[in-house]
């Protein structure tokens, strides 16, 4: 069973800012299956990246992903106002078929 | 334009069945390569997958729900339905449904969508 570890837990960072997400996989998955999502209180959790770097329909350029193997990157290249929520990442076997979510990762306003 | 849409009781009852219909639309069930999965997220917790479906009924169980945990899909109503026994409380969570692909195209290579198209949710309280 692959686990999904995100750091840092939290991150706290002001507007305009830079924020780097890791999430790292106990054992190497296919990049086409990593997908990061944002979880906003009161709302559905939404797609923004797929395999690993293809950013979803409606996501903002300044959400970019990045990785292989065990360690993938999710980067808000300028913080805005909207971004402050919480994002996972997930992981897809297609054999057995099954999801991994990792545990999140809470982007702050400082 | 895909949709999705959770329904079913709020609360239940310690050991009783919970009953979860996701109704959906903008897609098919029984087109090749798409799938309906079931994710819950128990208060102040991480997001857990639940139980997955796909076009041709393969279905799929979080290993540590399987044995409480049925999945139906009906295509001609467009809905999925999920089953979870003996309910506790450890169960409260918002539970949702949501749309992916995950397929191989025409030139072999593939393609996993993302669970790329969630419903709102509904919220399911486990208490006597």
């Known amino acids: 069973e692959i686990v999904l570890t995100q750091s840092p837990g939290t991150l706290s960072l002001s507007p305009g800012e830079r924020a780097t997400l890791s999430c790292r996989a106990s054992?190497?998955?296919?990049?086409?299956?990593l997908a990061w999502y944002q979880h906003k209180p009161g709302q559905a959790p939404r797609l923004l990246i797929y395999a690993a770097t293809s950013r979803a329909t409606g996501t903002p350029d300044r959400f970019s992903g990045s990785g292989s193997g065990t360690d993938f990157t999710l980067t808000i290249s300028r913080l805005e106002p909207e971004d402050f929520a919480v994002y996972y990442c997930q992981q897809y076997d297609r054999s057995p078929p099954r999801l991994t979510f990792g545990g999140g990762t809470k982007v702050e306003i400082k | 334009q895909i949709t999705l849409k959770e329904s079913g009781p709020t609360l239940v009852k310690p050991t009783q069945t919970l009953t979860l219909t996701c109704t959906f639309s903008g897609f098919s069930l029984s087109t090749s390569g798409v799938g309906v999965g079931w994710i819950r997220q128990p208060p102040g917790k991480a997001l857990e997958w639940v139980a997955l479906i796909y076009w041709d009924d393969d279905k799929r169980f979080s290993p540590s729900l399987k044995r409480r945990l049925t999945i139906t899909k009906d295509t001609s109503k467009n809905q999925v339905v999920l089953t979870m026994t003996n309910m506790n409380p450890v169960d409260t969570a918002t539970y949702y449904c949501?749309?992916?692909?995950?397929?191989?195209?025409?030139?072999?290579?593939?393609?996993?969508?993302?669970?790329?198209?969630w419903g709102q949710g509904t919220t399911v309280t486990v208490s006597s």
């Open positions: 054992q190497s998955v296919s990049s086409s299956n």
């Open positions: 949501a749309h992916f692909e995950d397929y191989y195209d025409s030139s072999g290579r593939y393609y996993y969508s993302g669970l790329d198209v």
